[in-house]
């Protein structure tokens, strides 16, 4: 069960099964019938199992909070609802006990059959969209595939694999094919950071984007992944990958070096896992008590990265990303020649990645914007790479 919550008006919603029962609400609970919405729960009222078979014989699955609520609301349902959180960062859905990956509509060919059933979620209502299988494979056409996200049963993911290899062979490695490719293997390893398995078919995918191996900006736009404001790592890695690996190209690294600052730069937030959503999610400004645990993520990642026993300059990559070279960085505060080479590409394609990506409570910025603020604080990049980082966006911006 995801629990993203969609706005209507000055409401948003979520499922109401993800009402822990028994537990004082911290905020006026609304369910929509009858054309308007209904106070069903004050303030401080508990939601009790009474309640929630009310709901049921309603038929009512939904209920309500005013906007001005939602911090509290969405951490107030994160600490009981973790996993289903951390669904939510990994387009990941669970209905019915079953887990659902969201696909992307664009990499449907309308001229190849699928194979496997295809559903829709419009944060509403979950419905079959395409009744096709292995006996009975079908055609989509495009204006089946309108509001809503598109969803696949985790069994079928191989198939959905297979379908995109059809795809790659019928128009050659698109890089919308390659970037969906690649986020399908990035969410399986944020999913499960340890599994060997997973690194190897990650480690291929770099090959591809590196023998693809042109400077296009076409194709870096085409594998950038514009996100939404839920904050999904899997994707922004996927996104510091493209750019590091771009400026990588740039700057002529052997093919070895791209492999390996391919891997460090999409795993270098994988320790974030570990972090609490409730940390993850808060709208507005950490606190420093937050902000020390938050940190922690590096010292994580750099465990993961070990117990996957990755190279030595993998490890340094992934263990410098924060640092600065003006000696302002973190975790170890080291300066200048002190961080490793890996460390000083990621930590600018990670600090645009974040600065162009929304947040609770705060707009993207642009991308002109966001070089701007890297070349301020250049006491804090390598000069020489942010400068190429900077010719290399300028074609793309
Ligand atoms: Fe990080």
Redesign the pocket.
């Known amino acids: 069960m995801s629990i993203k919550i969609r706005e209507i008006d000055n409401y948003f919603f979520i499922k109401a099964e993800l009402l822990p029962v028994g537990v004082a609400v911290p905020c006026d609970i609304f369910i929509h019938e009858d054309g308007e919405l209904k106070l069903i729960l004050k303030k401080g009222e508990h939601f009790s199992l009474h309640v929630k078979n009310i709901l049921k014989e309603k038929i009512i699955t939904n209920v309500y909070v005013n906007n001005t609520e939602k911090k509290f609301f969405q951490d107030f349902i994160l600490e009981f609802k973790p996993k289903e959180y951390f669904d939510s960062m990994l387009d990941r859905y669970t209905i019915n006990n079953e887990s659902y990956y969201k696909i992307e509509k664009e990499c449907l060919d309308p001229e190849i059959p699928v194979n496997f059933p295809l559903y829709i979620h419009d944060g509403k209502s979950f419905n079959l969209l395409l009744d096709a299988s292995k006996e009975n494979s079908r055609n989509i056409s495009q204006d089946k595939l309108t509001d809503g996200d598109i969803l696949i049963s985790k069994k079928d993911l191989n198939l959905y694999n297979e379908y995109l290899q059809n795809l790659i062979k019928k128009s050659r490695s698109e890089p919308k094919i390659l970037k969906e490719t690649t986020k399908l293997i990035l969410r399986e390893i944020y999913s499960e950071p340890t599994n060997r398995k997973n690194l190897i078919i990650l480690g291929d995918k770099i090959d591809e984007i590196i023998n693809y191996g042109t400077l296009e900006s076409k194709v870096l736009k085409e594998i950038l992944i514009m996100k939404k404001l839920d904050n999904y790592n899997y994707i922004h890695s996927l996104n510091v990958m493209a750019l590091s690996l771009f400026l990588g190209l740039k700057i002529k690294l052997d093919k070895e070096d791209l492999r390996l600052l391919g891997l460090a730069s999409a795993l270098?937030?994988i320790g974030?896992t570990k972090i609490s959503p409730l940390i993850l999610s808060k709208l507005g400004k950490l606190n420093e008590k937050e902000f020390h645990i938050y940190k922690t993520?590096?010292i994580e990642?750099v465990k993961i990265a070990e117990k996957l026993g990755l190279p030595d300059k993998v490890i340094k990559g992934i263990a410098h990303?924060?640092e600065k070279l003006n000696g302002t960085g973190y975790p170890s505060k080291l300066k200048r020649e002190e961080i490793s080479f890996f460390g000083k590409i990621i930590a600018i394609a990670?600090a645009y990645e974040m600065l162009t990506t929304p947040k609770p409570m705060k707009y993207a910025l642009t991308p002109y914007n966001a070089l701007m603020i890297l070349v301020h604080d250049k006491g804090c990049y390598d000069k020489a790479l942010l400068e190429t980082f900077i010719k290399i966006l300028g074609r793309v911006i």
Do not use: A, E
């Open positions: 270098h937030d974030i993520h590096v990642s990303h924060h990670d």
